[in-house]
């Protein structure tokens, strides 16, 4: 295992043995590894939706303040690699593939997962570089999550909403444990979750680990002034802290909510004594260039080609996509044929109902991974909606049929092809289109 193909083959091959829930593994694995995650300090975020934004951010202002900062993310768009940044920049190659080779006794021995080989590595990659502070992204869950054996500075917690029910729960209030879980003793959390059962799972989870619950708006209060190509212009007020005017750096009404989510968690820190350097103008600095020093890609992200406008959007459930929906009609904008794939573990009519608000017609794919919904099992379901479907069924041959559908419809200034439904459809998606480019 000496180059970078035979790397991601191996762990790529990890995924067979599924999700573990459970610390066993990764407390073994990281304790050979020399405790990684104890020798630099983290943030940690976990919800629902809006986490990778959310992370995003934190990470963008953390970088404008001079620190060296990490960022674990999942799951990657295009290349693995995006997965492990440092001031943005991917994990070099032959670093990830010395990690791998170091690690795989240990990761056989133990029958580790994927997410924690990954994992592991990343904590290893940002210990040995020596960030200043990393920012890290649950995977699924929280509390039995592999990235829940860090002691962070803060715990971030976004929303909570019904997903993955076969692993975390079928209520509100189940999911909102897992995610609580999180919650460490004496470690600030703050949440936008506004459901009175999830909060009443946060505050008591809270009380019982002795720490504070911080609620984002009675931290922070935004004021939108207005928005531009999507994204809003926003002011906010804190405590000893004004921010803006400022234009944030992702499209969509729901990232002042994230937004805000993550100047509260700074707030909450700067108050008792850490990342003292971060001042209003990294802040916004951090707002407005968050894509650019992070790489965060497809939220709402737009291309243009020579066939007509394409936008994409990594919404991979109900409450996404009707965040998405909303965004886009709330700008007028209408997308008269979207591509959209989704894995067998989503409401995947629930987000196509979502959708026919929106579109006419749906191009049902599949993307090459095993979790994918058939596209065919999409078209039977698009059908019973009653949304117009045509068959891809893959991604590259769902866009080329896309843009004939939409045909010059898609360069008048308020349409668009829609991509969506889940990281992995955007993510071949990309690949696709850059490669035609």
């Not at 996404?320 to 209408?334: A, F, H, K, Q």
Request: aromatic share 4%; glycine share 10%; with cysteine.
């Amino acid at each position: 295992m000496n180059t970078y193909s035979s790397t991601l083959h191996w762990l790529y091959g990890l995924q067979y043995r599924g999700m573990k829930f459970g610390l066993r593994n990764i407390r073994e694995l990281l304790r050979e590894a020399g405790h990684p995650e104890r020798r630099f300090p983290s943030l940690h975020i976990a919800g629902t939706n809006g986490k990778g934004s959310t992370s995003s951010i934190l990470a963008s202002v953390l970088q404008e303040a001079g620190y060296r900062t990490g960022l674990y993310t999942s799951p990657h768009l295009v290349r693995f690699t995006e997965r492990i940044r440092i001031n943005g920049v991917e994990i070099p190659e032959r670093r990830l593939v010395e990690y791998a080779r170091a690690l795989r006794p240990w990761v056989e021995s133990l029958q580790a997962t994927f997410f924690e080989a990954t994992t592991c590595i990343a904590f290893l990659y940002f210990a040995d570089e020596g960030v200043d502070v990393a920012v890290i992204e649950t995977g699924l869950g929280g509390r039995l999550d592999a990235t829940n054996t860090l002691r962070p500075l803060v715990s971030v917690i976004t929303n909570v909403g019904l997903e993955h029910t076969e692993f975390l729960g079928t209520t509100l209030t189940a999911i909102a444990r897992e995610k609580a879980g999180i919650i460490k003793k004496g470690i600030p959390v703050v949440t936008s979750a506004r459901e009175p059962d999830v909060l009443r799972v946060l505050r008591n989870t809270a009380a019982l680990r002795k720490t504070r619950l911080f609620l984002s708006g009675n931290v922070v209060e935004p004021t939108v002034l207005g928005a531009r190509s999507g994204c809003s212009l926003v002011k906010m007020k804190a405590q000893r802290l004004s921010v803006g005017p400022v234009l944030l750096g992702l499209s969509g009404e729901h990232q002042v909510v994230n937004a805000s989510l993550a100047v509260a968690a700074l707030q909450v820190l700067r108050s008792r004594g850490e990342l003292e350097r971060i001042t209003t103008g990294h802040i916004e600095d951090g707002l407005r260039r968050v894509q650019k020093n992070t790489g965060l890609r497809a939220r709402m992200e737009e291309l243009t080609t020579p066939a007509g406008r394409i936008l994409m959007d990594v919404a991979h459930n109900p409450a996404g996509m009707e965040t998405l929906v909303r965004s886009l009609s709330g700008r007028g904008i209408r997308c008269p044929v979207t591509v959209f794939g989704v894995m067998k573990d989503k409401d995947a009519e629930a987000m196509l109902t979502a959708l026919s608000r929106l579109t006419s017609t749906v191009v049902a794919v599949a993307p090459g991974v095993g979790r994918s919904l058939p596209a065919a099992e999409v078209k039977k379901l698009a059908k019973k909606i009653g949304i117009h479907v045509i068959l891809g069924p893959t991604v590259p041959a769902g866009i080329r049929k896309a843009l004939l559908l939409a045909g010059p419809e898609t360069l008048a200034k308020s349409s668009r092809i829609l991509i969506t439904g889940s990281h992995y459809v955007v993510g071949e998606a990309l690949s696709y289109l850059e490669k035609r480019t």
